[in-house]
């Protein structure tokens, strides 16, 4: 079946350091979404990237599509201890796999001040 | 605007006790539904997907069953609960584009 990988699964920096996660789907996806998850909380939806090579910032989050549309990353610049948490990314199936998302299993990042 | 209520938000549950937890969503209508379980500290696994009432798609064999009696109500349940089945369950809903989740209940079997 589908499946989005993702790596790495634990991460731990210094304060200021720079975070990469990265997710590679077996299939080509119609969309890549990106969601955090605080500790004890629930994901929540960050951000969407839908064409091929698109690239977005969020502040100091910067994310990327791949132009095959199988991979993305999320990039964290000098982070804080409040970019701890889990981000999971989600790939959306092309249509006539009804639209479900599968969900990476997620990078926990752990920031030291 | 959309919500989405997902209770109880902690549960201890003896080993063979039956179990079920109930999504609700308000604000949209025909959404997309998934049952979500994370073990503690791993990634989401995908227990459950429905596209409209009385549509369940399975991902994973298992103890649990879902049911959607009506577009906006997601119910997911046991008859038999194992330790195996302790976990943090979420409920979410999408429409084809983000996916919105609730707040989680964290059930653990003892």
């Known amino acids: 079946g589908q499946q989005v990988m993702q790596i790495p699964q634990y991460q731990h920096v210094q304060e200021g350091e720079d975070f990469t996660t990265y997710c590679n789907s077996s299939t080509t996806l119609s969309n890549i979404q990106w969601y955090k998850q605080r500790p004890g909380g629930h994901p929540v939806f960050l951000i969407q990237?839908?064409?091929?090579?698109e690239v977005k910032k969020q502040k100091r989050l910067t994310f990327q599509f791949g132009e095959a549309k199988k991979n993305s990353s999320l990039h964290i610049t000098a982070t804080q201890t409040t970019d701890v948490g889990t981000y999971f990314c989600a790939g959306g199936l092309l249509p006539g796999n009804t639209g479900k998302l599968i969900f990476g299993q997620g990078t926990t990042l752990q920031v030291k001040p | 605007s959309q919500t989405i209520h997902q209770w109880p938000a902690t549960l201890v549950q003896p080993v063979g006790s039956p179990l079920s937890l109930e999504c609700t969503v308000e604000g949209t209508s025909n959404p997309n539904l998934y049952w979500y379980r994370q073990a503690a500290g791993r990634g989401l696994q995908l227990l459950f997907y429905s596209v409209g009432i009385g549509q369940i798609s399975s991902e994973v064999p298992q103890n649990l069953s879902a049911s959607r009696p009506q577009d906006r109500q997601f119910i997911l349940s046991s008859k038999k609960l194992l330790l195996s089945d302790s976990g943090f369950y979420l409920c979410?809903?999408?429409?084809?584009?983000?996916?919105?989740f609730g707040q989680g209940t964290r059930l653990t079997v003892v």
């Open positions: 990237l839908v064409k091929s090579g």
């Open positions: 979410a809903w999408d429409h084809y584009t983000e996916a919105f």
